[in-house]
């Protein structure tokens, strides 16, 4: 570090490079469909490796422009691994500590990446999902309220907001206004949420598919089956025409397909919306419309590399 930089720049030139991903071709999975182009944010090009860069780094800023993440706060939120990822990077640039409630059974990457940020960890039931680790949140928040910056990104408008400030014109201005549908799996919610509404928009028309796991049992990371989970705050029922349910096991199977047949190696929730989006673009066809959908990839392969399924044939 040379003597002019500071943590605030440090900070200021990580946050720069938050958002403005590609718009990636699936050209591969649509050549037999006439009339349908279907795309997808390759959102692993952030810093921190996912989409929730964009989430983390929007409360955290709301955060610190309010006074709730003063110095001296530690910062603390539930997490299935990537927005926790996205904090344990900003509280390692910005120098604030960070500590995650984690179900214990998520990938070894994760757990690597995270230990290499310095944060701090209390691992949950795994067999709780998501679910047990906000409860853990909630918990260590109420114990000690003068140490906590509680984030809560379930509840958080500023989740949301992220994508309504970044992801949704993104789209926009890289589609030239052609989009008809988006696609995205559901969370916390907020990637969906705020990029509906920022659509909306600019094309009241446009279709929006939310995408979920089919079972409460199922092994799509950070995904919510939300009949049967703790429903986030920010969730918007309404927004949705429809939503597609996707097994465990056809996400799995395109994850390998795009890694053996495109060459693209994505993660499991990001497989999981290109089964969805598939299926959208697959109704469009037959129904003889022409479409141009768009879903959001979150991470790539490399935090999954572990998972026994890809030496399954």
Same mark, same amino acid.
């Given at each position: ?8 720049q440090i900070?200021s ?5 938050i958002?403005n ?10 050549r ?9 944010k ?6 921190g ?12 800023l ?9 110095p ?9 691994g990537n927005?926790g990822?996205?904090y344990?990077?900003l509280?390692a ?7 995650l409630?984690?179900p ?11 230990? !290499?940020?310095g944060? =701090?960890? $209390?691992?949950t039931?795994?067999?709780?999902? *998501?679910?047990? %680790?906000?409860?853990? #949140?909630q918990?260590?928040?109420?114990e000690?309220p003068?140490r ?12 949301w ?6 992801t ?5 201005r890289?589609?030239e206004g ?7 799996g ?5 990637t ?10 600019l ?20 995904l919510k089956h939300?009949a ?12 949705a025409d429809?939503t ?10 395109? !994850?390998k397909r795009? =890694?053996? $047949?495109e ?5 499991? *929730?990001?497989? %999981?919306a290109?089964? #969805? ?6 109704a469009e ?14 991470d ?14």
């Amino acid at each position: 570090m040379t003597p002019v930089e500071s943590a605030e720049q440090i900070g200021s030139s990580l946050l720069e490079r938050i958002g403005n991903t590609p718009l990636i071709r699936l050209d591969g999975l649509v050549r037999d469909l006439d009339g349908v182009n279907l795309l997808a944010k390759a959102e692993w090009v952030n810093p921190g490796g996912s989409v929730k860069d964009r989430a983390a780094a929007s409360m955290v800023l709301d955060a610190q422009k309010s006074g709730r993440l003063a110095p001296g706060k530690t910062l603390l939120d539930a997490t299935s691994g990537n927005t926790g990822i996205a904090y344990a990077m900003l509280g390692a640039a910005l120098g604030f500590p960070v500590l995650l409630a984690m179900p214990s059974n998520v990938s070894p990457e994760r757990k690597h990446i995270l230990r !290499a940020y310095g944060a =701090g960890i $209390e691992w949950t039931d795994p067999d709780l999902g *998501s679910d047990g %680790a906000i409860r853990r #949140a909630q918990a260590l928040a109420a114990e000690d309220p003068d140490r906590f910056c509680y984030m809560d990104q379930y509840s958080n408008d500023a989740n949301w907001r992220a994508h309504y400030r970044t992801t949704g014109p993104e789209i926009w201005r890289q589609t030239e206004g052609t989009i008809t549908h988006f696609v995205a799996g559901l969370g916390t919610s907020g990637t969906f949420t705020g990029t509906v509404r920022r659509l909306r928009e600019l094309n009241p028309s446009l279709k929006a598919v939310s995408m979920q796991p089919d079972s409460p049992f199922h092994g799509l990371e950070g995904l919510k089956h939300m009949a049967t989970a703790l429903v986030p705050a920010i969730y918007d029922r309404q927004l949705a025409d429809w939503t597609e349910e996707v097994e465990t096991e056809s996400a799995y199977a395109m !994850a390998k397909r795009l =890694g053996r $047949e495109e060459g693209l190696l994505i993660g499991i *929730s990001a497989a %999981a919306a290109v089964v #969805a989006s598939l299926r959208v673009a697959r109704a469009e066809a037959a129904a003889g419309r022409r479409a141009t959908i768009v879903t959001v990839l979150p991470d790539s392969a490399d935090k999954y590399l572990s998972e026994r399924f890809w030496e399954e044939e």
